[in-house]
Structure formats: C-alpha cells, structure tokens
C-alpha cells in the first residue's frame, strides 16, 4: 500500500488488514501509532466508513442518511422551537429552517444546524473529575465543528488546537459555503469522503468506533443518542443518563425526547 496510489488497490488491501488492524487498535501500547502504520486514512477517503461498515454492516452504516432527513431532522427542529430563545439558538434555527434573514451572520447549512441543536435538548455533560465543569452550548458547538476560512493555514491551526477528542474542521469562504470537511484526529486530518455536512457528521461518529475513540465527556449525551437510537448500536446495553432525553439545556421540565424521538413506527430499533 505504500507504493500504489490506486484508489481501488488501497480499498481492497484495508480491507484485506481489517483484523489485523483492530488488533493494533485494541492494544493499548499500540493503539497511538495506528495512523503511522495506515497513513492512508489520510490521503485516502472512504477508509473511515469501509471500517465502519466492516464493524456493524452496511444497515447500520447507513442509517444516519436514511433517518435524519426523514425523521429526526424535522422533530429536532420542532422540539427546539419550544426552547427559550437564545441569539445562538435563534441562528440555528433560522439556519436549519433554510429561513435566515439577510442581516443575520452567516450560519452553518440546514442540516449541521439542525444537528447543532441536539446539544440544546440533550445538554453537554460536566467533565472533570474532582471539579466537575459544564461547558455553555456554544463552547460545545466548538466540540463538534470548527471553520477555517480556506485561506488560512491548517497547519496553523492544528498546532495552536489542544489534544481533544475529534472534531469536525470546515474550510470554505464561510460557514455556508464550505469546500471541504475534516475529521480531526490528533493533529492529523483524516478527509471525509463527501462534501456534505451530514456526511462529514456521520464520520465524526464512525471515527470513534473504528479507532476505539472514547467520546468527548462533555458530548457523550449527544453521541449517546446517535449510537442508540439512530446507529442502534448496542441497544439495552450502553448506559445512559436518565436526563439525556429528559432534559434540554436550561429549561426545566420538558416533553420525554424518549417518546417523541424514539418510538416512532420509523425509528424503534427491531
């Protein structure tokens, strides 16, 4: 693999190392050196979701693709209406609603914005271990997505950044017209293989999973719900806050996002 740039050859070969792959991976004394020993995940898009698929099977590869659009977009959008408003979850909204006003800055596309407003109805968890610090919504976005207009150094960027879980790096001329998205993997950037932000969200959550990727503490809510409930990756058995569904950010007693989210002819996992 290391002398071929053939997309194909490089496709079948990490298909080919897959086991001997996830052994490195769940090897705590090698686990750090997976990018140095397969640096194709970074010249070479579709690794990321070609493991992914090989973990848990095209249907649940697929499923973010399949139900967001359909299902979960929509009663996202609904839910966040009844929130208290906030200038951020305004923007988002007007966003994700493909309804922005001219005077407004520029936001993210429909679909990332609506997908930012999760973290307003399944609210960031407190880390740290002896003082326990909740991070605001906004920092939490920061979580997820950072943009970098495409005329600034990358390099740059990625040397000022603190060691952090991945995270999502668009570049563009602005947030609503992104060329090209990254995940961002210790310092290292993997590039998703489309240039949608619902693809680019839908890598962000198989990274973790295909190189054994704890979640960031203050979005294990956030990334709860995708493993559950859309993903339906280990259903029943993956702990989960009473709040997470219970609870938006801020707002005291609320709908059960269990209910309105989850048990719908189209969302029960079988």
């Known amino acids: ?41 970074l010249d070479t898009k579709g690794l990321i979701l070609q493991d992914f698929t090989l973990l848990f099977g095209s249907e649940s590869a697929s499923r973010l693709f399949e139900r967001w659009p359909t299902v979960f977009k929509a009663k996202v959008i609904r839910l966040a209406e009844t929130l208290t408003s906030t200038p951020l979850l305004k ?38 271990r002896k003082k326990p610090h909740k991070i ?32 999502i790096l668009a570049t563009g001329s602005s ?5 090209q998205f990254f995940i961002v993997v210790d310092k290292k950037l993997i590039p998703c293989q489309e240039s949608s932000s619902l693809a680019a969200i839908d890598e962000l959550f198989k990274v973790h999973f295909v190189f054994s990727i704890s979640y960031d503490l203050p ?11 859309i993903y339906g990756i280990d259903v029943g058995t993956t702990s989960e806050s009473p709040g997470v569904f219970l609870q938006p950010a801020g707002s005291g007693p609320y709908p059960d996002l269990t209910k309105d989210l989850r048990l719908d002819p189209m969302t029960t996992q079988c």
Request: hydrophobic share 35%; charged share 25%.
């Open 175 to 179: 947030k609503e017209a992104i060329s």
């Open 1 to 41: 693999m290391n002398h071929t740039s053939d997309r194909e050859v490089i496709m079948q070969k990490m298909r080919t190392t897959f086991e001997y792959r996830q052994h490195l991976i769940h090897d705590p004394e090698k686990s750090t050196t997976i990018l140095s020993v397969f640096p194709q995940f």
């Open 219 to 229: 979005l294990k809510n956030m990334y709860t719900f995708l493993q559950t409930t």
């Open 136 to 167: 605001s919504i906004s920092q939490a976005v920061d979580h997820v997505v950072v943009f970098q207009k495409a005329c600034r150094s990358i390099q740059e960027h990625l040397e000022a950044e603190e060691n952090r879980q991945p995270y």
């Open 91 to 128: 923007r988002l909204l007007s966003s994700a609603k493909e309804k922005r006003e001219e005077q407004d800055s520029p936001e993210w596309d429909s679909d990332l914005s609506s997908f930012l407003l999760l973290l307003h109805l399944l609210s960031p968890q407190a880390s740290g």
